[in-house]
Structures are given as C-alpha cells and as structure tokens.
C-alpha cells in the first residue's frame, strides 16, 4: 500500500513500476498499468483509459479495517466449506493409491 501511494513519485519517463499490484491486484490493473508506462515512454494508445477508481465518476476509496475483516471471513468460510465437500466427496483420500494401467 505504500508504494502505491509513491508510483506518481517514482515512476518515471524512463522507468516505470507496472503490475496488478498497483492497484487492486486485478489483471485489468496491471494491464492499465502498463499501457500507461507505455504511453511515458512515447506509445500512442488508440482507445481511451478508464482509471479502475472512478466507476460512474464516483472515486471508490481503499477497503476500511471492517470491510477488509469481512472479507477474510467470507474467504475462510468459504475455504472450510470447500474442505468439508472435498471430504465428504473423497477427493482428499490420502492413502488411495494410484490406479495402475495394464
């Protein structure tokens, strides 16, 4: 989080930080990323850039503590119920041993 907050500082016209890392870890982040670099170092884009900030010009801020907190336990719920089908399934039969093909 905080060399996002440096890139405008750091980044140049002839180096430039790129990846999904620069904002909120999507690809379309790190595409945009690096179609702004590109566009430092001379490239004409032939489309318009969209920055992934703004949706209906609305500026969307960073994720509060409450919110990020959520989220991990949304995750971690998630997780222990793909656990408990993959167990109930069998798919996580540790001492099954591979089938041999004659």
């Given at each position: ?54 949706i209906r010009d609305k ?44």
């Amino acid at each position: 989080m905080a060399a996002q907050k440096r890139l405008p500082e750091i980044n140049t016209d002839k180096v430039s930080f790129v990846g999904a890392w620069t904002l909120y870890g999507f690809h379309e982040d790190g595409f945009t990323s690096g179609i702004r670099a590109a566009e430092r170092l001379g490239a004409k884009v032939p489309f318009e850039i969209v920055d992934a900030r703004y949706i209906r010009d609305k500026q969307i801020r960073g994720m509060d503590s409450r919110t990020n907190t959520r989220e991990q336990l949304g995750r971690m719920i998630l997780m222990i119920i793909q656990w408990v089908i993959l167990a109930l399934t069998g798919s996580m039969n540790r001492g099954e041993k591979k089938k041999k093909i004659i």
